[in-house]
């Protein structure tokens, strides 16, 4: 038993990384809500109870939904559980999937029909015409099906083409846009098909895709009102008002018991507990889950406010609470009900008042036989009253480009959070601004900058804030940048006149903002916008937290392209003129080419016409000609830092053309001062065109610099050049960071025979390489295998007292770890042992992977010295974290090398990958083959040492397989053109905090 534990532990271990849930053919309640959504009647909803039936339903696109059908029956055969796709409630004229033995046949999944309700002659289920079932291969919409009767369960699960059949409106056609309420049945069958049901429970209304039947959030701010703050855990309230008299309401939330529970909501106006009528869903003691009626006493002194009954609430509660909906599933409870709110000769009873605004006072708990007791549970929708009428605002991207101008960012460096903006003006001076973000507490911004340059500094901004746990409410303020501060400056007049129909609400972790702002200017007050039709404006979105009475450094933030804000919908740049093609025939004759790709993917093209004037060619294939560039930065050492760059780029809504810009120390691309004005007189007889998915760039441009100006490319022909090439998208400002990079060879500008192809990879690079294969891919294996399998060979053997295994094992360790710190420093020589915050780039995921696997193998020698004597009873726990942290490192290592064979080489990728993978596959193989001969093969003394023969010889056809492995992907890593597709170049974004552009964090290396 003990050996048995043994080896399973170890399987554990070793598999512990790749263990993953496996779906039996069981319903599994635990996926409702995640995976799948799942309509489960408690008996309460059925008449005579729900028979234990369900379903469960997963859309897996718009043709395809995974079904699940079940019920418990004393028999597998005559009977059948079905659900009915409606639109209306009523059971009648909807399509019906059903699970049913249909006379004695074994159950099976199948369409059927339910014909109208209103027709004495056509009111019952419909079998489809049995021609139709065979001509049109209905059978084969159901696949991955299973059907089975175990322990008194009917189950049906299967994958349902829901494509409906061309010209017949019985099979069911699934579409996306409806709501549908799912009636489930189940009962018997004839030889015709089924029965009248003896059990059935609707569902509320829901869209298949929403995995949680009950409320239906996407009708939140649209067709209903919703108030569920973050803060309540999932308990809240909808309401959509049918006339001054009339009130739908949703009441839900989460309980942790099937009775005596509540959910209600108080009408306040005062945001306060006490003196207000409430609507509960409640189940008092003994009696089934409803919507009801009742009214918190106000405060009397220190003592707080109770609930209490309504006198002849039961009697009148019929006439007020109409199409009602109660149940608990899956611990959520949820009453949906149609109320009257006229109000009656009690004042307890909640009368509306279309013109008062009311603050939801949400509140859960148990009850007991006389009402509900103090709330377990309770929080206010305070971020301001709500009028019932008016569902809460939302943003409508609908109207985008139509009726108003937004900005909704994609690119932010740091995540965009579902930050949106908005603006129009409806009036003179008179701009209706929106701002929303995902928000879930106070003392937090989003905020919309309106710049002149760019730049977040000195600019003018409208925020949606909350500061010191205030409401959030809409403000003016300004950002203003010196050489020695940055401050974000409150207004200090009165402007609360210049602020009009505000509207701020939180709902379901969104906030949304909006108020009409009067942009004409303060006489007084610089800080507040003023609006000028001629000026050009480039919106700043940000959001963070806020101090005492200000905006701290923001957390995210994007920048627009520049636009004029009167333009709802901003004309884009008009497409370059069709002027000039990329040529390569001339390369290497007429001019000097850097085509890393041939013609496939970019390139430049220059060539020298006087010692101070340049011919220069510039060529990407893109989808598009807006917002992309191609960067060429002259170096003198192969790297980024302080290199001039010439780029042809098209900045967000501007048009294509050739800029100077320069890669300072950090390194980060930035705009050059005035380069308008420089680029006019440096750069002449410019041609651009957009043909056939090609950017093209031509130009004369004058290389001998410009005054003092060291960020202007000046030519040096004594100086021998390594060409940068980058590219990527752009923003309103300058360069985004780079999707790809190349590092030409060395050159001499004036040598037209200079070659086409990019540079090789340093000696330091290639050195990295061999290293860290050699170590991760022979020499841990084979430390590894050699303790996991031939432990028990030369049993007699024992070199400086040790056994041999052990030897092997040791050394070959050391050896890699050794290896591994050469590779280590190797590559932070080549990168100058500069080092930089990891990005997402490939470069850098390949970085902080290897890194962190360096740093577990760094760390078993240290860990092997703290070991126990072999008798220790602590001798397994050490075991086993020792080689749980060898199998982390090696699959981290692994992941590393995957990524370098994947990104940093030109060609055969797919092999480079497979040739990856198998160490740590031959690995693992070898291990659990080992684990399971261990546990059945008879060991005795006329067979053992065959066994030891047999062990060794498949470790060491093991290891020559690595080996091999080994050799190969070197010589794909070295001779296969490794690149420098992870080294950081041209990457840049906008900062708030910066005056200009700021790089992209990445790992160095």
């Given amino acids: 038993m003990k050996r048995l534990s043994t080896i399973t532990t170890d399987l554990i271990v070793l598999f512990f990384f790749l263990a993953q849930a496996v779906e039996g053919q069981v319903f599994d309640v635990s996926e409702c809500g995640k995976t799948k959504g799942c309509w489960i009647p408690d008996d309460s909803l059925c008449y005579g109870g729900c028979s234990g039936m369900g379903v469960s339903y997963r859309i897996l696109n718009d043709s395809f939904i995974g079904l699940e059908l079940f019920f418990e029956s004393s028999s597998s055969s005559g009977v059948y559980v079905a659900v009915g796709f409606s639109d209306d409630y009523f059971m009648g004229s909807e399509s019906v999937i059903e699970c049913s033995s249909i006379a004695n046949e074994p159950v099976s999944m199948k369409f059927s029909y339910n014909g109208r309700y209103d027709d004495p002659e056509d009111n019952t289920n419909s079998r489809i015409d049995s021609n139709l079932y065979k001509n049109s291969n209905l059978g084969s919409y159901f696949t991955e099906s299973v059907a089975k009767y175990e322990n008194g369960t009917i189950y049906c699960k299967s994958t349902v083409k829901v494509s409906g059949l ?508 005035d380069e308008p004005t420089i680029r006019a007189q440096n750069i002449q007889n410019f041609q651009s065109s957009y043909h056939d998915g090609q950017v093209y760039c031509r130009a004369t441009v004058n290389i001998n610099g410009y005054g003092g100006n060291g960020e202007i490319f000046k030519y040096d022909s004594g100086t021998t050049y390594q060409l940068l090439l980058a590219t990527g998208p752009t923003s309103g400002v300058g360069l985004l960071q780079h999707t790809t990079t190349k590092v030409s060879s060395s050159r001499k500008l004036d040598d037209v025979t200079a070659g086409s192809g990019a540079a090789s990879a340093s000696k330091l690079i290639i050195a990295h390489a061999i290293l860290m294969v050699l170590a991760w891919f022979l020499f841990v294996p084979t430390a590894v295998l050699f303790a996991r399998v031939l432990r028990s060979c030369w049993p007699t053997k024992k070199p400086m007292g040790l056994l041999i295994w052990f030897h092997v094992h040791r050394t070959s360790n050391l050896l890699a770890i050794a290896m591994m710190i050469a590779a280590f420093v190797l590559v932070l020589c080549d990168k100058d042992w500069k080092w930089a915050k990891p990005a997402s780039s490939w470069g850098g995921k390949h970085a902080i992977i290897g890194l962190t696997a360096l740093i577990l193998a760094w760390l078993q020698p240290f860990i092997s010295t703290l070991r126990c004597t072999p008798d220790n009873p602590r001798r397994p726990l050490f075991n086993y974290i020792h080689r749980a942290i060898g199998l982390v490192a090696i699959t981290l290592a692994t992941t590393a090398i995957a990524i370098a064979s994947m990104h940093f080489t030109e060609k055969n990728h797919g092999v480079q990958l497979t040739l990856a993978l198998v160490p740590i596959v031959v690995v693992l193989a070898v291990s659990v083959v080992f684990i399971i001969y261990d546990k059945f093969a008879e060991v005795n003394p006329r067979n053992i040492e065959k066994i030891r023969v047999f062990r060794q010889g498949v470790v060491y056809a093991a290891l020559l397989l690595l080996l091999g492995v080994s050799i190969a992907l070197e010589m794909f890593l070295v001779f296969r053109d490794l690149s420098f597709g992870h080294q950081p170049f041209l990457a840049t974004t906008s900062s708030w905090k910066a005056k200009g552009p700021a790089r992209l964090p990445q790992m160095c290396f």
């Avoid at 611990?331 to 004042?347: E, R």
């Avoid at 301001?384 to 994609?410: G, H, M, T, W």
Wanted: proline fraction near 6%; charged fraction near 20%; aromatic fraction near 10%.
């Fill in 166 to 673: 061309q010209g017949n409106d019985q099979v069911f056609k699934y579409d996306p846009a409806t709501s549908y309420f799912l009636l489930l049945v189940n009962g018997k069958t004839s030889s015709g098909g089924l029965t009248h049901h003896d059990h059935d429970s609707t569902s509320p209304a829901t869209y298949l895709h929403d995995l949680n039947i009950g409320l239906n959030k996407l009708h939140c701010g649209h067709e209903k009102g919703c108030a569920m703050p973050d803060a309540c855990n999932g308990l809240g309230v909808s309401y959509k008002v049918v006339d001054d008299a009339t009130i739908e309401f949703e009441i839900f939330g989460p309980v942790d018991s099937q009775t005596n529970v509540y959910a209600a909501v108080g009408f306040s106006n005062d945001a306060m507990m006490g003196n207000e009528s409430v609507l509960e869903c409640s189940m008092l003691s003994n009696q089934p889950l409803s919507m009801k009626l009742s009214y918190n006493n106000p405060r009397v002194g220190n003592q707080g406010p109770t609930n209490v009954r309504i006198d002849n609430e039961q009697t009148f509660r019929a006439s007020y609470i109409t199409n009602h909906r109660a149940f608990i599933q899956d611990n959520n409870l949820y009453c949906s009900a149609t109320v009257k709110v006229s109000g009656n000769a009690d004042p307890r009873v909640f009368k509306y008042n279309p013109l008062q605004p009311y603050y939801l006072l949400l509140a859960s708990g148990k009850t007991n036989d006389a009402g509900l007791l103090v709330h377990a549970q309770k929080c206010v929708d305070s971020t301001a009253p709500v009028y019932l009428n008016q569902p809460q605002p939302f943003f409508d991207r609908s109207e985008c480009e139509k009726s108003k101008a937004c900005y909704i960012p994609d690119d932010c460096p740091e995540g965009c959070d579902a930050m949106i903006a908005s603006y129009k003006f409806v009036g003179e001076n008179q701009m209706l601004v929106e701002l929303t973000a995902r928000q879930t507490r106070q003392n937090r911004y989003v905020a919309l900058g309106f710049s002149t340059n760019g730049r977040m500094g000195n600019a003018s901004v409208i925020e949606c804030s909350s500061m010191n746990g205030s409401l959030y409410s809409m403000k003016f303020s300004y950002n203003m940048v010196t050489d020695t501060s940055k401050t974000n400056l409150r207004v200090t007049s009165d402007v609360s006149s210049f602020i009009s129909n505000q509207k701020v609400q939180i709902v379901d972790g969104n906030l949304y903002c909006s108020a009409v702002f009067n942009v004409a200017g303060h006489p007084t007050d610089p800080t507040v916008f003023k609006y000028d039709a001629n000026q050009i404006y480039y919106l700043i979105i940000a959001e963070g937290p806020t101090a005492e009475n200000t905006l701290n450094y923001h957390d995210m933030k994007a920048i627009s392209s520049g636009r004029r804000l009167a333009d709802v919908n901003p004309t884009p740049p008009p497409p370059p003129a069709d002027n000039g093609s990329f040529d390569g025939t001339d390369c290497g004759t007429k001019k000097a080419c850097f085509l890393p790709d041939g013609l496939a993917k970019f390139g430049v093209a220059y060539r020298l016409t006087s010692p101070t004037t340049m011919d220069l060619e510039m060529m990407l294939v893109s989808p598009t000609a807006q917002d992309v560039y191609i960067g060429l930065g002259f170096s003198n050492n192969g790297k980024m830092p302080n290199s001039d760059v010439i780029e042809c780029s098209a900045l967000s809504g501007q048009e294509l053309s050739m800029k100077f810009s320069y890669n300072d120390n950090s390194p980060k691309n930035v705009r050059i001062p």
